[in-house]
């Protein structure tokens, strides 16, 4: 079963912050464990309200969060960033990745965003793949990740 996905609201501060520490455990996902656990969930909670400049979206199953993803604002304000795409162990390989994207590239076509760009740890191929069939190219390196690429999704523009 696919999760439901939607934005992450204050109230989410603790199923946030449990998997954020699971996420934590991959050096890669850019944080650790220790830092983690110290995070007071009032402050995940303030960052948890969606705006203009990004928002958290959570993959649901039933009531447990089992994946997330963060979309961040440009400077230009035409462009942004995927970021902090994690699907917990026991619920990948069932959709749940392709849902957060697809719910996150909705969310910016729908408010104007032309690019999105991500940077992908250069020996993930299950998430680069996913990553390409939803459109998205290698562009670059990974944004001063040795080990990462960087990717583009260009978005379709209203005339």
Same mark, same amino acid.
Request: with cysteine; proline share 4%.
């Given at each position: 079963?696919?999760? &439901? ?5 204050? !109230?989410?501060?603790? &199923? ?15 944080? !650790?464990?220790?830092? &983690? ?7 995940? #909670? =303030?960052?948890?309200? #969606? ?7 959570? #993959? ?11 979309? %961040?604002? %440009?400077? $230009? %304000? ?5 970021? /902090? ?8 390989? =069932? ?13 910016? %076509? ?6 999105? @760009? ?7 191929? /299950?998430?680069? $793949?996913?990553? @390409? ?6 562009? !670059? ?19």
């Amino acid at each position: 079963m696919i999760p &439901e996905v939607r934005y992450l609201c204050p !109230s989410d501060a603790d &199923e946030y912050k449990r998997i954020r520490i699971e996420a934590a455990r991959d050096p890669w996902f850019g944080t !650790s464990v220790s830092l &983690e656990s110290k995070t007071p969930t009032s402050l995940l #909670a =303030r960052a948890l309200v #969606a705006s203009a400049e990004g928002f958290i979206a959570g #993959a649901f199953d039933g009531d447990e969060l089992v994946g997330i993803v963060g979309f %961040g604002l %440009g400077p $230009s %304000g035409r462009s942004g960033t995927l970021f /902090g795409l994690y699907v917990s162990a026991s619920h990948r390989r =069932r959709g749940g990745g392709l849902a957060l994207v697809r719910f996150l590239l909705e969310a910016a %076509g729908a408010s104007g965003i032309q690019a999105i @760009e991500l940077a992908v740890k250069r020996d993930n191929e /299950g998430a680069i $793949s996913l990553y @390409e069939r939803l459109g998205f190219r290698v562009s !670059s390196g990974g944004a001063g990740h040795d080990d990462a690429v960087g990717m583009t999704l260009r978005l379709p523009t209203s005339p």
